[in-house]
């Protein structure tokens, strides 16, 4: 996905990585499925395949697991349906109104999700 225009009208691109409008989402049981195919790729002798690769197919959202975009300008929430790519939101949430001095988008809540450049990652 190249580009997201919100429901507000802001269009903005989804290109760069890493990219701090884009969450991916995990149940505690898709988790704990992730958690064992990273053991499981831990204790596998080394092969040809660079481990950044294996990684990305690991941690990839998959159909199961739902991907969301929050809009820079206004905050909302899209529930992307990776059933159906290239569709629109599958659910979208508006933030609700708050005091002026509390946080308002999950990249304020958690700082820490974002601003990680490693040259290494797979594009």
Known sequence: MASFKCVCGDQFSLSARPNRAEFWIYSDDGLNSIIGQLAHLYRSPPTEKPIGLTL???LKPQPQRPEIIECPSCGRLHV???QTPF???ALTYLPERRPENTKRSLN???P???DRHDDNSPS
């Open 56 to 58: 990305t197919e690991i």
């Open 80 to 82: 992307l349906d990776k």
């Open 87 to 89: 569709a629109p939101a």
């Open 108 to 110: 304020e809540l958690f």
């Open 112 to 114: 820490e999700l974002g």
